[in-house]
């Protein structure tokens, strides 16, 4: 099987190949690719491979992107921290849909969905769909897939029990002005300086925390919107974050990410 993978943060693309290794060893990833645009190109030049496994946000925009703009016969597994796409995924061929981090039994799982999922398979753009033997109309209903949808059992994360001292405090999550991750240690750092080490990654934290109020902004920190002073361009199309508190170090948005951070800031 031939695997197209659309990941826009490093870390998570690893993670995911990994995952693929362990639960299908034939697996074939043919690219790794970051943005939409580098989809849409990628997708016009090979042939369709047999299964695109995708995250929702893109360095560049929504894959969801993809699949509205071009054909796309392959079936697709979305993994993302966020559950609010669900129902433009339906439009497209979508096996499952997996919230991050993801685990290797439900991934799986839909790998084995994948074998008996009915997938149509135009010959050209415009042609009418063909179908394999012994499969069902792949305009499967929105029912069907809300009942393969996985959906958090909680709702976003309200607040945080951080340690000071031998005394235990609760935190609002809305305190939280930034998240910082170094050497394996997650740090929450509130308006007023103090920081607390917490017992989560940064890549639970986007699953957990409200999406429209936290950002990460680089591969060691997640910021909430009232953190954020200032944007400054920086070279090569970079930017960087004036935060407050300020961190130590300069916080630096690549350039592939520079317009989805401006999209959040302006409530986009």
Not at 78 to 101: E, G, M, W
Not at 199 to 215: G, I, S, V, W
């Amino acid at each position: 099987m031939t695997v197209l993978l659309l990941e826009d943060e490093y870390p998570a693309a690893e993670r995911l190949q990994r995952l693929l290794a362990q639960a299908a060893p034939a697996i074939q990833v043919l690219a790794v690719l970051d943005t939409v645009a580098g989809a849409l190109a990628w997708l016009a030049s090979h042939p369709a491979p047999d299964l695109i496994l995708s995250d929702i946000q893109l360095a560049d925009g929504l894959s969801l992107e993809v699949w509205e703009q071009a054909v796309v016969p392959s079936p697709v597994i979305f993994t993302t921290a966020y559950d609010a796409y669900a129902i433009r995924a339906f439009q497209a061929n979508s096996v499952a849909y997996l919230l991050k981090p993801v685990k290797l039994a439900e991934l799986q799982a839909a790998l084995a969905k994948l074998r008996q999922w009915p997938v149509a398979r135009p010959e050209t753009a415009g042609a009418h769909p063909t179908h394999s033997p012994g499969t069902a109309d792949a305009s499967f209903s929105m029912e069907r897939l809300l009942d393969a949808l996985p959906r958090p059992g909680k709702p976003y994360k309200t607040r945080f029990l951080v340690r000071q001292g031998e005394q235990f405090l609760p935190l609002a999550a809305t305190e939280a002005a930034w998240f910082l991750s170094r050497n394996g240690v997650t740090t929450l750092v509130v308006a007023d300086g103090r920081r607390f080490v917490v017992d989560y990654t940064l890549e639970q934290l986007e699953t957990l925390l409200d999406p429209a109020l936290f950002r990460r902004l680089s591969r060691q920190i997640i910021a909430q919107l009232s953190a954020v002073r200032r944007l400054q361009p920086h070279f090569n199309g970079k930017m960087t974050v004036d935060l407050h508190p300020a961190p130590s170090e300069e916080v630096l948005v690549s350039r592939e990410k520079a317009a989805a951070v401006k999209a959040w800031l302006e409530g986009n």
